[in-house]
């Protein structure tokens, strides 16, 4: 099974599991398994609309997935993926 | 509760100084214990938002936050928050803040530059239900 790297502030939502082992052929089926398996993480990864948070960034081996194939990207069971957000902000 | 290690507040408030009078960021590192966090040293990032809005707006991009995790792995340490100044402005969430919240579980320490000089230093953190922002106690030990 692939392996996605959970946040440390998302952790809370993972009974502090770092990784969690993922079924799925593709990034979309493997989120989808992690938000199955950890219910909780499911609004702060995805917007009312069903698509991921604007801030929310997969990547897999360190390649930004939208620069694949976005959801549709085929992930191999020894790929892992990371959740990464991006920032702004500002008075 | 948010614990900043003897010397990284300093640091933290410095590099807002230096970036004045832009908005500085970058991220706070460390361990989570049972107890809560404690931040033992800083990642300063570079900020991103286009030239001449940076007085009062911050970005950093996915690639960058990937690098800046991969950088906080490779020390053994954890991201346990985002800092960020805002220049003669409260060190409180703005709506902005809010609309680019990320997760609950972050620390979002904002330090007020005023004149060029740090003046306040307070922690936030996104509500479980993402509604707002509460403040977060600092502890702050000698």
Redesign the interface.
Known sequence: MATIRI??????YTGSQAEVSVTGDTVGAALNDLTRQHPALR??LYADSGELRA?V?V?LN?E?VRHIRGADTPVKKQDRL?I???????? | MLTIASGVLRAIQAHGEAAYPNEGVGLLLGRTQANGKTTTDILPLANGWEVGEQSHRYQVSGGEMLAAELEAARRGLDVLGIFHSHPDHPAEPSRFDYEWATWPGYSYVITTIEQGRATTTRSWQLRDDRSAFDEEVVALPA
């Open positions: 946040p440390t502030p998302l952790r809370s609004q702060h801030f960034n990547f360190e930004d990371m990464v957000p991006s920032i702004a902000g500002g008075r």
